[in-house]
């Protein structure tokens, strides 16, 4: 067991970022789908809360995508706080929407607190294994920084084309299917009147 003691915090925390906290966002996405679902969504809030669910997976997505692929510098800072305050901006938007139209279970509230805190914890954990990169982008020394720059030691592309399998699977078909059956539902309740 000595060997464990030997792996560096580095790559302790990379790992958790991986193996730990965006398996989490899927899964707590899913989550979330199947609370809306119960919750017959297409009934009650309908198309545009389906549609600040689609924005904000994007919005997540985005960054994750990025830092699987391209190294971490002061552009992908940039997106990152960017996506973060705009994505906090969406989940009050989308709650203050659906607060009046729909229930939302204490399952469904638990899970927002989820979806709402993995996004800052996964930011500090990028933060603190990225360190110089930070200092770079928070005194401004971002001359050279701004390129998307492939990894230099790339992820095993098993992880990576599985955790998008995954993410497809998870959470875009299952938010495809909400935002089609609250379209498909407005389109025929609005044929019925």
Same mark, same amino acid.
């Given at each position: 067991?000595? $060997? %464990?003691?030997?792996?560096? !915090?580095? !790559? ?6 991986? $193996?730990?906290?965006?398996?989490? &966002? ?5 989550? /979330? &789908? $199947?609370?809306?679902?119960? *919750?017959? @969504?297409?009934? !009650? #809030?309908?198309?545009?809360? #389906?549609?600040?669910?689609? =924005? ?9 995508? %990025? ?8 552009l992908q800072? @940039?997106?990152?706080?960017?996506? %973060?305050?705009a994505h ?5 938007? /989308?709650?203050? $929407? ?5 229930? @939302? *279970? @204490? ?5 927002? *607190?989820?979806?709402? !805190? ?13 360190? #110089? ?8 020394? &971002?001359?050279?920084?701004? /390129? =998307? ?7 095993? #592309? ?36």
């Amino acid at each position: 067991m000595e $060997y %464990l003691k030997a792996i560096p !915090t580095g !790559t302790l925390l990379f790992n958790l970022v991986l $193996y730990g906290c965006l398996p989490l &966002w899927l899964i707590f996405g899913f989550l /979330d &789908w $199947y609370c809306h679902k119960k *919750s017959k @969504i297409e009934a !009650t #809030s309908g198309a545009k809360e #389906s549609f600040y669910h689609a =924005l904000m997976g994007v919005q997540v997505g985005l960054p994750v995508f %990025l830092g699987l692929v391209f190294e971490i510098n002061c552009l992908q800072f @940039i997106i990152i706080f960017l996506v %973060l305050i705009a994505h906090e901006v969406v989940a009050h938007m /989308d709650v203050q $929407y659906a607060l009046h139209k729909r229930e @939302i *279970s @204490i399952l469904e509230t638990h899970v927002h *607190s989820f979806l709402e !805190t993995l996004p800052f914890v996964i930011v500090a954990l990028i933060v603190v294994i990225n360190w #110089s990169a930070f200092v770079d982008f928070i005194s401004l020394n &971002w001359a050279g920084h701004m /390129d =998307l720059v492939w990894k230099h030691r790339p992820l095993d #592309s098993k992880y990576v084309f599985g955790y998008f399998f995954t993410l497809i699977f998870l959470d875009v078909i299952p938010f495809v299917e909400e935002f089609i059956r609250c379209y498909r539902y407005k389109h025929a309740k609005s044929g019925e009147a």
